[in-house]
């Protein structure tokens, strides 16, 4: 037997199933993931809205500081950096709402709204006072509200002229593939007026996302159709719950039926370049229900983080101080034994654990993670992992570049 060619004869076989691998399954996205998006109705939305919230965010944590610190676990350096976080940048993902969180108003109210807001984001990047990345939610493309939506997406990407960078507008409701489809025709028709490119993610909050008519999952076409301009399938708690029948007190981030679409999210996104992020919880940390809250609050961050969900909403200021505790302290405490691990791999020493290409690849992403939001400096990581970030983002398999 000719081994070259059995080679040859078994990768013309391949050829197409290695194209589509390629294809289909490019790998992670380059650039920082935010660890949150923050929803704002349009109306109350303004060009120092971050700073705003930012604001209101610290000073509940300064009203509070004895509380706070025991829910943290009296951990003053985490308290600290939560601090620190919110006073130089406390929304990472802002997204301007004109669904849910913003109602019917009216054709006339929902045009200035978005004609305002689309100037008002404008002047916040001049001002270098917006987050990082940012959008608009609009509409569903469900007919009662599909010419509402498109109208506020046409409307504010004119008024915005030229696209910033990480900015994305997010679909809701998703019943269907072509829905996805006929927003990036819309895009595209909008590209020829702008300047710019055009993404958008997709909210996972109906069954029909999940689990289509023909009894499998629609989201890995959901990707397809996106033609590469889908970022990211985030969950939606209630809308999804409801639509499950689930009652209004059982309804959780936690619920299994939650878990269970949210499995399905991971599962189909894996690889394909297409990131996560968890849905919200509506028990805001107010008044009498502040401690109740960030507890609630803190523990279901957490509890996403442990899951591979690196990303949530958040409704309100307060919230902002416990989604930085619970992810600044996930990565803290994760950041020793997997310094340690990485650098035993990296070196061939001797560890107590035998770890394998793919798990010297998730502990690479873990410190990577934890250096994008800030939970660890990159001085640390070079003294603790022995590893440049350019190593680490080889192993974790990141590509370089990107917002």
Known sequence: MDLDALTAEVDDLLGEADQALARDYPGERPGRQPVHTYYLPADRYHARSVHDLSRQAEQVVLDHAEEFLELIGDDDDLMARVLSKLDTEAVEDLRIDFEDGYGDRGDETEDD???????????????????????????????????????????????????????????????????VAALVLAFERLEEEVEGRLELEVQVETPQSVLGPQGHTLLPQMIQAGAGRLTAFHFGTYDYSAACGIAAGQQSLEHPAADHAKAVMQAAAAGTGVRLSDGSTN???????????????????????????????????AQLPTRFAATHGFFREGFDRAAQRLRAYAGGTGSTVLDEPATARALADFVLRGLDCGAVEESEVRNRTGLSTSRLADLAKRPVGGG
């Open 113 to 179: 709204d978005a004609a305002a807001a689309a100037a008002a984001l404008t002047e916040s990047i001049e001002a270098g006072e917006s987050s990082p990345f940012s959008g608009i939610r609009i509409k569903s493309l469900e007919p009662a509200t599909r010419h509402r939506g498109l109208r506020t997406l046409v409307g504010f990407v004119r008024a915005l002229g030229t696209v910033p960078d990480g900015f994305v507008v997010t679909l809701p409701k998703v019943t269907s593939v072509d829905q």
């Open 283 to 317: 028990r805001l940390p107010v008044d009498d229900q502040l401690l109740p809250g960030w507890e609630e609050h803190l523990r279901l961050v957490r509890r996403s983080l442990e899951r591979g969900f690196y990303q949530g909403w958040d409704l309100h200021p």
